[in-house]
């Protein structure tokens, strides 16, 4: 009342009697009709958590004031300014509505985040299938996802036209009220003070000093009355008490006449409040808005006209019908009975691609509330970029573009247009939002302001459209002025003139458009080029390039403004986006910021909108490679620094000295001109920090924000904008959103801590950095927060080494370890002669080497078994080299290179024909855990392994020989590495040491090194050691080693492979740096290849799974141990050597790829617990390895402390394993696949009766694609045919991996039961699985009295989508049993196992029989052909030459894809994937995009897929993409080729079948023989065995008829 009465009107609230039936009203609800709104909801709408955090949420609740009629409903009060009461009144009206439409608006925005996967899914494919051709937009066969169908939902169509388009309803407007008729200038501005309604109000009123006669003469005689949208969306800072001050003002400004015409913005669909929460949710803003002026303005009808943006598709529009019918309904019903319903009207934002679509959809699901739409192009932009992110050829319109109206809207005014206007509504334009800097008509500033606002209105126009949008009351006069003149002269046209062609004079316009130009030859241009020149024709809907004009496309290399990564246009938007950012933290979310037209300087009006324009703009231009990301961030420091100098010299009274630019200033080279609005002072200086990190983290990350307000809202809640800091705050409850990228940090703080004009032109600003003198490196680091600096190091290789070395020599003060290091490890470290760490984290960039003692990061250390990968790494390069499997045996390897080396069995002294290469490289061969150390040097290998020696320290070699048969067991050996020395030393004709000198020189070839360095490998180091004992090193070259009572042991050289290697921490990190690359890269890295690389990480010992994992906690590679750490694998070893320990754990895979440490010390067994401690800091508390969990080694670190963890009695050669095991590679979480959903699901009928329901699992030797504990699940079994993991096909049972090697024992899981139980009936289960159950089962129990496993189910074979009924063995039916112990046989899913003390029911009979119910198709892989591939697979014969002849001369092609016209010829089984799929030239998408059969059953199981070219081509490698199959690739693959055009297959391309396991989840290369590259292939077949899948078939090669025309 009291802000109605400052804007002298009246109001319509009725507190006594509106707000107490409100309150009956919400109670009525909450406890009639709604049962549980008194409650919290069960759920949160997920589409919020990006915005609110469940922390900030928390704080929310925890901080807000509950509402005295509403508890549930809690707010933040002392915000709430004086308006708190205007509240008051309508929460209870309020918390109805959204008690009632809650459910609908989860729906949409859950269809929304489905719709926008799908989108940038379909674009990623279709952008690389467009590269794959060649194929530009202007062509018909370029595709895009416009049009696209959904397969997996029913086709639809996330955007394009609905698949029914051709039988759309006839859209319809119900009649418009007469405030809506007639044309619409429309100020736009936020209602926040009273004198910006008071501005607004009487924006008809204001009058520009020297406005012309002719405008005031139009003006006056116009009957228009102007419009005035009331924002409160894009020009608002959504903070508590001006949003409630907003609406309590605008209630006040409605009625009067002579005035604008107030209409509310409301806020889209996607912004919640960070101030308020109901029923522990967020309240969604735009029904707060909404619900809240309904309420206060229901009796005002002219006050219920809202703009609503952000809409996208009818989905959406149903939602809002169903939002305002339910708002109506209970305004009718409860508050006011004459209400007529219909009253509600909506002008809808076309601020989307999607919508434009769908604009005919739209209006009539919004029917009658439908009145108009406009096309608010700065958002629409900044959709169009965000919908088509993923695709490289779109790029939008240049934001200091001024002619963006003229030249890319065109399409989307006359759609507006011609479906808008033709069905009776209004269609209104976009706003105009440059202003000038001076407000007197004849300043140059204002005057290229007018001829811009001209151009824009007579276009607008033209193109049929209603109105158009204006950003300052200053215009409104001249855009009536122009609208009049325009219906005047339409008025004297012809009827049925086209008013977009040529047209002859408009006197009236042309008068005033003369009057306001103060310039007579800029008038005549616009009135000759914009008046009566044509507007030229729209473009037909079957133009190729029609989609991207309507979406606003700047076809890639033609912008004729200027290009997007221009650095002029870069800078303009950073500039503008840094400083809209900073002010809408502040709070102010309209900002009139500085520009420059023509080359003079305006202002333009920027809101959200414009800004997020700018971010997309800034996003694509990075993203796609086409700007310098490193480049870029230090543009944004520049930038920022140029506002904060500037602003500093303004304070000083001398600005002119803040000119003196960084950089150019801006894409129109005004650089004098440069002055920022918003200034770094203290109003600012508190947010400009934050938004210089927002803008990085909305520009940078590969897959940002899709709106800046989810990094924005969290700014507008009371416990971040109290903080002291409150970037830090909002990061701390909002963690997901915030973090910018790693390395773009670690610049970013680099950046700011140095002079930024010395890298200026600077395209690579850090290798500037590191060119900086030493004395300004050193200042720099000084300038960085102390809390800052680990973070800062490694962005690349030289700043790597920059801070291993500088900022340890250097820098004086607390190393870099010690943010790291606790102080009590430090100390226990500091008693040792020398330790030496590498640690890596954060992405992978090695960040810091630290030493303890007497070493430096160069010093030499005994790496004892840390050899073995070392070598393994080199003999896996040699066989390759040779041809040699790895399955080969070893005594046929010795006997092709000359060497009468033959390993015998030792029972019976006769050549062992088992023993194959991998058992020595896997420790199941041969025995000698511990190799011992030679003082006086190691004998030759062949005598080694013939001989063995007594000549060694502390123990005796035996005569190499097999003891058990190969394979059968695992024995950590020493003895197997013993003998792969001498394999390599036979397949060299060198030792070891110079055989491995040039392949190691190359793993450490990027180390820096001081002059007179040692190598930092070295795999034989007996001659060091020699020097060593000789005293002839320096101290620092190489450490000593020492026992646990300080004594120095004897200087002791050790067989190489084995245990004798030498090296520092920096080169094992390098190594296994090379390795994690390499795994990656079919290419490899350095001196491995990716066959060796993926050998020995990718394929761990399942056979001898228990007793590996028993051993190490982990599982045996190639060399290296391996182990799951939640989504991360990590390769591990361990190492000692008299006087020696380390160890590495390296995640070599998964999210933290690259994040590890190495630690080598001098030091013997009382180094474990240390060493294993210094393991858990750094993965737990610096790395914050996924996946690693401390807890589960409380109890090991418990027995530590109290001096009971007995390493003491566990063998010496054991000691090292077992201590890492217990206190730190037990912490390492297996990876486990997501468990269904258990949401309204049954339980079985028999589950109250089921004894083994909810059993805990005590063990599981496999459950790579479903848990084990589903088996003992008591509710029943689900199936969704979309539900795909990181594991594969989601299935609700017990699911092992293919191709168990134990085929008779199966895989097995225990179960604990929860009392001691006597089993007389099992029922087992194989429901939804149907080709991939398991082939048998075989069900023990362990007897309580005597701790014996008794036989309750025998061997039963298990049939598909099955229940199987037996009675237990009579002979343990009787016997209590405490746990279950269930075989897998051999692999496969079991989908449930229940156990019954009898009979649970009459009907429960022996037996078996198979589910009635339906296995539903799995939709993903069974509608996998989408549009892409449907327009790109078999081409026509014409279509198909096209393409050929189209490929660049020298240019190798993938034959065998679907777009080069490759077809399936033949397959043998697809059971779960269909084999087309292997031939898309796009990305796969999951494992159901591939073929997979299947599991095959028997020895001789064998599938195959053939596969026809759409011509001849001359081949020369071969690629298989199992990125999917993680679990389920084969086991063995051999490809064919046809080279005789019958389909015979006759060329073996792989000559043989080869072990391709390894390479799950990754990339196998098939080097094509040199007999067949020049042999014309038809085709090739890949058989696989047993059976599997993979993703993709890559044939890379020539056509022939391609070399054919070349030649």
């Known amino acids: 009342k009291k802000n109605a009465a400052a804007c002298n009107c009246n109001t319509n609230l009725h507190p006594d009697t509106e707000a107490a039936r409100a309150r009956v009203l919400w109670f009525r609800m909450a406890f009639n009709k709604q049962?549980?709104?008194?409650?919290?909801?069960?759920?949160?709408?997920?589409?919020?958590?990006?915005?609110?955090?469940?922390?900030?949420?928390?704080?929310?609740?925890?901080?807000?004031?509950?509402?005295?009629?509403?508890?549930?409903?809690?707010?933040?009060?002392?915000?709430?300014?004086?308006?708190?009461?205007?509240?008051?009144?309508?929460?209870?009206?309020?918390?109805?509505?959204?008690?009632?439409?809650?459910?609908?608006?989860?729906?949409?925005?859950?269809?929304?985040?489905?719709?926008?996967?799908?989108?940038?899914?379909?674009?990623?494919?279709?952008?690389?299938?467009?590269?794959?051709?060649?194929?530009?937009?202007?062509?018909?066969?370029?595709?895009?996802?416009?049009?696209?169908?959904?397969?997996?939902?029913?086709?639809?169509?996330?955007?394009?036209?609905?698949?029914?388009?051709?039988?759309?309803?006839?859209?319809?407007?119900?009649?418009?009220?007469?405030?809506?008729?007639?044309?619409?200038?429309?100020?736009?501005?936020?209602?926040?003070?009273?004198?910006?309604?008071?501005?607004?109000?009487?924006?008809?009123?204001?009058?520009?000093?020297?406005?012309?006669?002719?405008?005031?003469?139009?003006?006056?005689?116009?009957?228009?009355?102007?419009?005035?949208?009331?924002?409160?969306?894009?020009?608002?800072?959504?903070?508590?008490?001006?949003?409630?001050?907003?609406?309590?003002?605008?209630?006040?400004?409605?009625?009067?006449?002579?005035?604008?015409?107030?209409?509310?913005?409301?806020?889209?669909?996607?912004?919640?409040?960070?101030?308020?929460?109901?029923?522990?949710?967020?309240?969604?803003?735009?029904?707060?808005?909404?619900?809240?002026?309904?309420?206060?303005?229901?009796?005002?009808?002219?006050?219920?006209?809202?703009?609503?943006?952000?809409?996208?598709?009818?989905?959406?529009?149903?939602?809002?019908?169903?939002?305002?019918?339910?708002?109506?309904?209970?305004?009718?019903?409860?508050?006011?009975?004459?209400?007529?319903?219909?009253?509600?009207?909506?002008?809808?934002?076309?601020?989307?691609?999607?919508?434009?679509?769908?604009?005919?959809?739209?209006?009539?699901?919004?029917?009658?509330?439908?009145?108009?739409?406009s096309l608010g192009w700065h958002d629409y932009l900044a959709a169009a970029g965000r919908v088509f992110c993923e695709d490289e050829s779109y790029r939008m319109p240049c934001k200091s573009d001024p002619d963006i109206v003229v030249r890319h809207i065109r399409e989307s005014h006359l759609v507006l247009a011609r479906t808008v206007k033709k069905a009776g509504g209004v269609a209104i334009g976009g706003m105009y939002g440059v202003l000038p800097l001076e407000r007197t008509l004849h300043s140059e500033s204002m005057q290229v302001t007018l001829a811009g606002l001209v151009r824009d209105v007579v276009y607008q126009l033209r193109r049929g459209l209603?109105?158009?949008?204006?950003?300052?009351?200053?215009?409104?006069?001249?855009?009536?002025?122009?609208?009049?003149?325009?219906?005047?002269?339409?008025?004297?046209?012809?009827?049925?003139?086209?008013?977009?062609?040529?047209?002859?004079?408009?006197?009236?316009?042309?008068?005033?458009?003369?009057?306001?130009?103060?310039?007579?030859?800029?008038?005549?241009?616009?009135?000759?080029?914009?008046?009566?020149?044509?507007?030229?024709?729209?473009?037909?809907?079957?133009?190729?390039?029609?989609?991207?004009?309507?979406?606003?496309?700047?076809?890639?290399?033609?912008?004729?403004?200027?290009?997007?990564?221009?650095?002029?246009?870069?800078?303009?938007?950073?500039?503008?986006?840094?400083?809209?950012?900073?002010?809408?933290?502040?709070?102010?979310?309209?900002?009139?910021?500085?520009?420059?037209?023509?080359?003079?300087?305006?202002?333009?009006?920027?809101?959200?909108?414009?800004?997020?324009?700018?971010?997309?703009?800034?996003?694509?231009?990075?993203?796609?490679?086409?700007?310098?990301?490193?480049?870029?961030?230090?543009?944004?420091?520049?930038?920022?620094?140029?506002?904060?100098?500037?602003?500093?010299?303004?304070?000083?009274?001398?600005?002119?000295?803040?000119?003196?630019?960084?950089?150019?200033?801006?894409?129109?080279?005004?650089?004098?001109?440069?002055?920022?609005?918003?200034?770094?002072?203290?109003?600012?200086?508190?947010?400009?920090?934050?938004?210089?990190?927002?803008?990085?983290?909305?520009?940078?990350?590969?897959?940002?924000?899709?709106?800046?307000?989810?990094?924005?809202?969290?700014?507008?809640?009371?416990?971040?904008?109290?903080?002291?800091?409150?970037?830090?705050?909002?990061?701390?409850?909002?963690?997901?959103?915030?973090?910018?990228?790693?390395?773009?940090?670690?610049?970013?703080?680099?950046?700011?801590?140095?002079?930024?004009?010395?890298?200026?032109?600077?395209?690579?600003?850090?290798?500037?950095?590191?060119?900086?003198?030493?004395?300004?490196?050193?200042?720099?680091?000084?300038?960085?927060?102390?809390?800052?600096?680990?973070?800062?190091?490694?962005?690349?290789?030289?700043?790597?080494?920059?801070?291993?070395?500088?900022?340890?020599?250097?820098?004086?003060?607390?190393?870099?370890?010690?943010?790291?290091?606790?102080?009590?490890?430090?100390?226990?470290?500091?008693?040792?002669?020398?330790?030496?760490?590498?640690?890596?984290?954060?992405?992978?960039?090695?960040?810091?080497?630290?030493?303890?003692?007497?070493?430096?990061?160069?010093?030499?250390?005994?790496?004892?078994?840390?050899?073995?990968?070392?070598?393994?790494?080199?003999?896996?390069?040699?066989?390759?080299?040779?041809?040699?499997?790895?399955?080969?045996?070893?005594?046929?390897?010795?006997?092709?290179?000359?060497?009468?080396?033959?390993?015998?069995?030792?029972?019976?002294?006769?050549?062992?024909?088992?023993?194959?290469?991998?058992?020595?490289?896997?420790?199941?061969?041969?025995?000698?855990?511990?190799?011992?150390?030679?003082?006086?040097?190691?004998?030759?290998?062949?005598?080694?392994?013939?001989?063995?020696?007594?000549?060694?320290?502390?123990?005796?070699?035996?005569?190499?020989?097999?003891?058990?048969?190969?394979?059968?067991?695992?024995?950590?050996?020493?003895?197997?590495?013993?003998?792969?020395?001498?394999?390599?030393?036979?397949?060299?004709?060198?030792?070891?040491?110079?055989?491995?000198?040039?392949?190691?020189?190359?793993?450490?070839?990027?180390?820096?090194?001081?002059?007179?360095?040692?190598?930092?490998?070295?795999?034989?180091?007996?001659?060091?050691?020699?020097?060593?004992?000789?005293?002839?090193?320096?101290?620092?070259?190489?450490?000593?080693?020492?026992?646990?009572?300080?004594?120095?042991?004897?200087?002791?050289?050790?067989?190489?492979?084995?245990?004798?290697?030498?090296?520092?921490?920096?080169?094992?990190?390098?190594f296994l740096t090379h390795l994690t690359d390499a795994y990656h890269s079919l290419d490899g890295s350095g001196p491995i290849s990716h066959d060796t690389a993926v050998w020995m990480l990718g394929q761990p010992l399942r056979a001898l799974s228990p007793q590996v994992r028993a051993f190490m906690s982990a599982d045996m590679g190639v060399g290296v141990f391996v182990s799951e750490c939640g989504p991360n694998r990590v390769a591990m070893h361990q190492a000692a050597n008299d006087g020696y320990r380390g160890m590495f754990a390296w995640c070599y895979d998964g999210p933290q790829r690259g994040a590890g440490f190495v630690a080598l010390a001098s030091g013997d067994n009382a180094l474990v617990p240390i060493l294993a401690k210094l393991g858990r800091q750094c993965f737990g508390e610096y790395i914050h390895m996924e996946g690693f969990n401390v807890q589960r080694l409380e109890s090991a670190i418990a027995r530590l402390n109290s001096g009971a963890l007995g390493l003491e009695d566990v063998p010496q050669e054991e000691i090292v394993n077992t201590g890492f095991r217990q206190l730190f590679f037990d912490g390492f979480d297996p990876f486990l696949p997501p468990l269904c959903p258990r949401e309204g699901r049954l339980l079985h009928p028999h589950a109250a009766w089921d004894v083994a329901a909810g059993a805990g699992v005590v063990s599981v030797t496999d459950q790579r694609f479903a848990q084990a504990q589903n088996l003992v699940d008591p509710l029943e079994p689900v199936f969704d045919p979309a539900a795909f993991t990181a594991a594969g096909k989601q299935m609700d049972s017990w699911e092992t991996q293919r191709h168990n090697p134990v085929r008779d024992v199966g895989d097995i899981a225990v179960f604990r039961l929860a009392a001691p139980v006597r089993i007389a009936a099992v029922e087992v289960s194989t429901k939804w699985h149907d080709g991939n159950q398991a082939e048998a089962i075989a069900v023990e129990g362990l007897a309580a009295d005597s701790d014996e496993w008794v036989l309750l189910v025998p061997r039963m074979p298990l049939l598909p989508h099955a229940w199987h009924r037996v009675m237990a063995e009579e002979a343990a039916a009787n016997t209590p049993v405490t746990m279950l112990r269930v075989a897998n046989i051999p692999d496969g899913g079991i989908t449930r196992l229940r156990c019954y003390e009898r009979v649970p029911a009459s009907d429960w009979v022996v037996g078996q029989g198979r589910y009635p119910d339906p296995i539903p198709s799995v939709g993903k892989a069974k509608e996998l052909r989408m549009h892409a591939e449907d327009i790109l697979a078999s081409p026509a014969e014409p279509e198909l030459h096209r393409r050929i002849a189209a490929i660049p001369p020298g240019v190798v092609v993938n034959v065998a894809s679907s777009a080069f016209g490759a077809g399936i010829s033949a397959v043998s089984n697809e059971h779960y994937g269909p084999a087309y799929a292997i031939l898309s030239p796009a990305p796969p998408r999951g494992m159901f995009d591939g073929f997979e059969t299947a599991r095959g059953r028997g020895v001789n199981s064998m599938e195959f897929v053939s596969v026809r070219f759409g011509e001849p081509a001359f081949i020369s490698h071969i690629i298989i993409d199992m990125h999917f199959f993680v679990n389920n690739n084969p086991q063995q693959l051999a490809v064919e080729a046809d080279i005789d055009g019958e389909g015979e297959y006759r060329g073996n391309l792989t000559r043989r079948f080869v072990p391709c396991k390894a390479y799950r989840g990754n990339k196998m290369r098939l080097e094509v023989p040199s007999s067949l590259r020049r042999v014309a292939v038809f085709g090739v077949r890949v058989r696989t065995r047993p059976c599997g899948g993979f993703n993709r078939l890559i044939v890379m090669g020539s056509f022939v008829s391609r070399l054919a025309s070349k030649i």
């Not at 959904?150 to 407007?173: C, Q, Y």
């Not at 700007?627 to 543009?635: E, I, N, Q, T």
């Open 35 to 373: 049962p549980r709104a008194d409650a919290p909801y069960e759920t949160r709408i997920p589409y919020y958590e990006d915005y609110v955090s469940r922390d900030l949420l928390q704080c929310i609740i925890d901080g807000g004031c509950p509402h005295p009629q509403v508890p549930l409903f809690v707010r933040d009060v002392a915000a709430a300014g004086e308006h708190l009461q205007y509240e008051d009144a309508a929460v209870p009206f309020l918390c109805t509505v959204l008690d009632l439409v809650r459910g609908h608006l989860q729906q949409v925005l859950h269809n929304r985040t489905r719709d926008r996967a799908f989108i940038d899914d379909f674009s990623r494919r279709a952008n690389v299938a467009n590269k794959h051709l060649n194929m530009k937009p202007d062509s018909r066969d370029f595709v895009s996802v416009v049009g696209a169908q959904d397969p997996t939902r029913g086709a639809r169509v996330p955007i394009g036209e609905p698949v029914d388009a051709s039988v759309r309803k006839a859209a319809a407007v119900a009649p418009l009220p007469a405030h809506l008729q007639g044309y619409h200038v429309t100020l736009f501005g936020p209602a926040d003070s009273k004198k910006m309604c008071e501005h607004a109000l009487n924006c008809k009123q204001r009058v520009v000093p020297g406005e012309p006669e002719e405008v005031r003469a139009l003006v006056d005689g116009s009957a228009l009355v102007p419009k005035w949208g009331a924002d409160d969306e894009d020009s608002k800072t959504p903070l508590r008490a001006p949003f409630l001050d907003a609406m309590a003002n605008l209630a006040g400004c409605y009625g009067h006449a002579g005035k604008a015409q107030p209409f509310k913005r409301i806020p889209g669909l996607a912004l919640p409040s960070a101030a308020m929460a109901y029923r522990g949710d967020v309240v969604p803003l735009h029904i707060y808005d909404f619900a809240m002026h309904v309420f206060h303005m229901h009796r005002e009808p002219e006050a219920l006209t809202f703009y609503v943006p952000k809409l996208e598709n009818e989905e959406e529009a149903a939602y809002l019908k169903a939002l305002a019918r339910t708002t109506e309904q209970l305004v009718q019903q409860h508050l006011w009975p004459e209400y007529v319903l219909g009253t509600v009207r909506f002008l809808v934002v076309l601020e989307n691609p999607r919508a434009v679509f769908r604009i005919n959809e739209m209006m009539d699901a919004l029917y009658p509330y439908f009145a108009g739409a």
């Open 466 to 1070: 209603d109105g158009f949008w204006l950003a300052h009351p200053d215009f409104v006069r001249f855009g009536i002025a122009l609208v009049e003149g325009w219906r005047r002269d339409v008025a004297q046209l012809p009827p049925h003139t086209n008013v977009r062609s040529a047209l002859p004079p408009m006197p009236q316009l042309e008068r005033v458009i003369r009057a306001l130009m103060a310039d007579r030859a800029r008038a005549e241009v616009l009135i000759h080029t914009v008046v009566r020149a044509p507007d030229g024709e729209g473009l037909d809907p079957s133009d190729p390039v029609y989609h991207r004009a309507l979406l606003a496309a700047e076809l890639a290399g033609d912008a004729a403004h200027t290009q997007n990564n221009d650095e002029h246009e870069m800078r303009y938007n950073v500039f503008q986006a840094l400083q809209y950012l900073a002010d809408w933290l502040r709070g102010n979310g309209c900002v009139a910021l500085p520009s420059a037209v023509e080359g003079v300087g305006v202002r333009v009006m920027d809101d959200l909108a414009t800004c997020e324009r700018s971010r997309w703009e800034l996003w694509a231009e990075v993203a796609h490679g086409r700007f310098p990301l490193m480049r870029y961030v230090a543009l944004v420091h520049e930038e920022y620094d140029y506002i904060r100098q500037f602003s500093a010299a303004a304070e000083r009274r001398s600005a002119t000295t803040a000119a003196k630019p960084l950089r150019s200033q801006g894409a129109s080279g005004a650089a004098a001109g440069k002055r920022p609005a918003v200034l770094f002072n203290e109003r600012t200086a508190r947010w400009y920090p934050a938004a210089r990190h927002i803008l990085l983290a909305l520009t940078t990350l590969r897959r940002p924000a899709e709106f800046a307000t989810e990094l924005l809202v969290c700014f507008t809640s009371k416990t971040v904008r109290e903080a002291a800091d409150p970037l830090a705050r909002a990061i701390q409850l909002h963690p997901s959103r915030l973090p910018i990228d790693p390395h773009v940090y670690r610049a970013s703080l680099l950046l700011s801590a140095v002079p930024l004009d010395r890298i200026a032109d600077s395209v690579e600003p850090l290798t500037a950095i590191l060119s900086m003198p030493r004395k300004d490196l050193l200042k720099a680091y000084h300038r960085l927060d102390p809390s800052e600096r680990p973070r800062v190091a490694g962005s690349d290789h030289q700043l790597r080494q920059f801070f291993e070395t500088r900022m340890r020599t250097h820098i004086q003060g607390d190393p870099l370890s010690r943010r790291v290091l606790s102080p009590e490890l430090l100390e226990g470290l500091k008693g040792h002669p020398a330790i030496q760490i590498v640690l890596a984290g954060l992405g992978g960039t090695q960040l810091f080497t630290e030493e303890i003692g007497t070493c430096n990061e160069s010093t030499l250390f005994q790496i004892a078994s840390l050899s073995k990968p070392i070598a393994t790494a080199f003999m896996l390069e040699l066989l390759r080299e040779y041809g040699i499997s790895i399955e080969s045996r070893v005594n046929d390897v010795f006997a092709r290179f000359g060497w009468a080396v033959v390993i015998a069995e030792a029972a019976s002294g006769e050549p062992c024909g088992e023993l194959q290469l991998i058992h020595l490289l896997t420790h199941t061969g041969l025995e000698q855990h511990y190799v011992f150390g030679f003082p006086h040097g190691v004998p030759p290998t062949e005598h080694l392994i013939k001989h063995g020696s007594s000549e060694c320290f502390g123990g005796v070699y035996e005569p190499v020989a097999v003891h058990a048969p190969p394979g059968s067991r695992f024995q950590y050996s020493g003895a197997g590495f013993v003998v792969a020395q001498a394999l390599i030393e036979a397949m060299t004709g060198l030792p070891i040491g110079k055989a491995m000198a040039g392949w190691v020189t190359q793993i450490e070839s990027g180390l820096e090194k001081r002059p007179g360095t040692l190598p930092q490998l070295i795999i034989d180091g007996e001659p060091v050691l020699k020097d060593l004992a000789a005293g002839k090193l320096a101290p620092l070259d190489m450490a000593f080693g020492c026992m646990d009572n300080g004594e120095r042991p004897p200087v002791l050289a050790f067989p190489p492979a084995a245990a004798g290697g030498l090296g520092s921490a920096r080169g094992i990190a390098a």
